[in-house]
């Protein structure tokens, strides 16, 4: 049965976040089963212990024993939504992806507390989305490694960090763009035999000198496209890796085919670009927009090299790039890609 937390149903006066049953009935269901969304007057929902029992017509769904009884007013309900890219370093930042409606996340860069969090989270003793996290990142030397990497550059080094996961407890690998191809290949090699799986962004082997304005990256991005990742990450990525930046909408739209006919899920985290986008236009202003009081200052620290770099960016390449990145997206649905939000 589905999980169910109730977020917006607990905000309200009389309704408690505890309640063993509870029947939310006279809403509107927004239904996700099918091809297409479909809304269903007059329905009523039961849970029992976090979990939603039954569904159906109000005349054909009934409150149990000492259930709580939420009239809907003919509201909409819908299932909670799924943030499929998040960086969660701090517990207090967990809560408020529910107040948004946030019911589950994958965390995209673990560590060993996440697997707490999530474990607490499960057993009700954190308040919090349902959370999946990868292990620490695997990558090689390069200009995008970053403190929290696991670097890895041989066969057996990258086997290594992937049992090391493994045995951790964790279930989920994140791959980046600077893995050298052996080591690459035995990750997925060895996750394919652990039964873990593989996302991230497309790596692209060692960025030897002139790569990639005099010569081609050592992966090309079609050799990943049916290596079984779940998902490729950003759109700024891809269009890096596999367009070369060339903000091109003839190739976008047949490496999109190439993407949509191997069946590979895309997150485009369109959103995490267009801010950093916005902190270049602004040469850095947008940092202090109201609400990024409540980061966590260490966090904010560690991520000041980062915003320094985006504050002095050029203000109309990277706006281009931002508008591309959308036209992008939308032409990746068009041709049936699977995007995922996050």
């Not at 976090?50 to 259930?67: D, H, K, L, W």
């Not at 994958?106 to 474990?119: E, I």
Request: glycine share 8%.
């Amino acid at each position: 049965m589905l999980r169910f937390l109730l977020v917006l149903v607990c905000l309200l006066p009389g309704i408690s976040a505890a309640a063993d049953s509870l029947l939310i009935k006279n809403i509107h269901l927004i239904a996700m089963t099918g091809p297409e969304p479909e809304v269903l007057p007059g329905y009523s929902v039961r849970i029992e212990q976090g979990v939603i029992r039954e569904v159906g017509p109000v005349s054909q769904v009934s409150a149990g024993a000492g259930a709580e009884v939420l009239d809907g007013q003919g509201q909409y309900l819908l299932p909670g939504l799924i943030d499929v890219h998040v960086h969660v370093w701090d517990k207090a930042e967990l809560p408020a992806y529910l107040s948004y409606g946030v019911t589950a996340v994958r965390n995209a860069s673990g560590m060993p507390f996440h697997l707490d969090y999530a474990r607490a989270i499960s057993a009700g003793e954190l308040t919090g989305p349902f959370l999946l996290t990868t292990g620490p990142i695997l990558n090689s030397p390069g200009p995008n490694q970053q403190a929290n990497h696991k670097l890895v550059i041989t066969a057996d080094e990258a086997v290594a960090a992937v049992r090391d996961q493994y045995q951790q407890g964790f279930r989920h690998i994140k791959v980046y763009s600077n893995l050298s191809r052996v080591a690459y290949e035995a990750i997925l090699a060895e996750a394919a035999e652990l039964g873990m799986t593989v996302m991230g962004h497309s790596p692209e082997g060692l960025r030897d000198e002139g790569i990639p304005t005099e010569k081609p990256f050592n992966i090309a991005f079609e050799e990943i496209l049916d290596d079984g990742l779940v998902t490729l990450e950003h759109m700024e990525t891809i269009v890096w890796h596999g367009l070369y930046d060339a903000l091109d909408e003839d190739r976008l739209r047949a490496l999109a085919r190439a993407i949509a006919a191997q069946g590979n899920a895309v997150t485009p985290t369109l959103l995490a670009h267009h801010n950093l986008a916005e902190v270049a236009r602004t040469q850095g202003a947008y940092l202090q927009r109201p609400g990024t009081e409540m980061l966590n200052p260490f966090i904010a620290a560690l991520e000041q090299p980062l915003y320094d770099f985006w504050s002095s960016q050029p203000v109309g390449s990277r706006h281009e790039q931002d508008v591309f990145y959308q036209q992008a997206t939308r032409m990746m649905q068009e041709e049936g890609v699977m995007l995922l939000a996050g």
